[in-house]
């Protein structure tokens, strides 16, 4: 979307390895939220943040408003973790909703 | 865990039919969305609610209603399906005040041929 540049738009990576996503954004977002769709096609949540960084197993993310940017940092990839992410941020000064436009993660034995 | 229903998960349907994709949740929000996701794309919002009553337009309107006749139900009408509509849908809902965190269902496919 043109609020939200989300990068790379397709990853490959190894089993084992690592490596970052990210969104930049235009505005001022109050919040953002992290997903993965899955091979059955649902989109699970994997953080939500208001500021700061959350962690969750192999997964990271960071999220400053300051800045205009949220990262999705992902270390010793599994085969299961293959699938497309969409970062998705609130702006603050209408609270609409902006996604970027997806990274596919392919993870490789 | 937040709980949205999404109702039919599968649709064939024909060109010029109308089609009816139903949400239900129970997570008494304010807020719910109709988004549609095409590869290379993201989330692209269709029309949205804050409450019973309610609705607004999205980002990509035209060809689509929208209905919400209580807090836990949002349904989506195409009235005259096109082959453009073939793609996945994904109701959310959310919390009060601002969005919040989303909460979505597990997408409806639509084939219109």
């Known amino acids: 979307g043109d609020q939200v540049e989300q990068s790379p738009s397709a990853l490959s990576l190894h089993e084992g390895t690592g490596s970052a996503l990210r969104c930049n954004f235009t505005?001022?977002?109050?919040?953002v939220q992290w997903f993965r769709k899955n091979s059955r096609g649902s989109l699970i949540n994997l953080f939500y943040?208001?500021?700061g960084t959350k962690e969750n197993g192999r997964l990271k993310s960071a999220f400053d408003s300051k800045e205009r940017y949220s990262t999705l940092h992902i270390r010793d990839a599994q085969l299961e973790d293959s699938g497309t992410y969409f970062c998705?941020?609130?702006?603050?000064?209408?609270?609409?909703?902006?996604f970027g436009d997806g990274t596919q993660l392919v993870v490789k034995p | 865990e937040a709980a949205v229903t999404q109702s039919p998960r599968n649709k064939v349907a024909v060109t010029g039919g109308k089609v009816t994709l139903s949400c239900n949740q129970t997570?008494?929000?304010?807020?719910m969305y109709w988004y549609r996701q095409d590869t290379g794309h993201g989330l692209r919002l269709i029309h949205y609610?804050?409450?019973?009553?309610?609705?607004e337009k999205g980002d990509i309107p035209d060809g689509y209603k929208a209905s919400r006749p209580s807090q836990e139900n949002f349904s989506l009408i195409l009235e005259l399906a096109t082959p453009s509509q073939t793609s996945v849908y994904f109701c959310?809902?959310?919390?009060?005040?601002?969005?919040?965190?989303?909460?979505f269902g597990e997408g409806s496919k639509l084939t219109v041929l």
């Open positions: 998705a941020a609130e702006a603050t000064s209408n609270n609409r909703i902006f």
């Open positions: 943040l208001a500021s």
């Open positions: 959310a809902s959310g919390g009060t005040g601002g969005a919040g965190q989303l909460y």
């Open positions: 997570n008494n929000h304010n807020n």
């Open positions: 505005t001022t977002m109050r919040a």
């Open positions: 609610s804050y409450g019973a009553g309610s609705t």
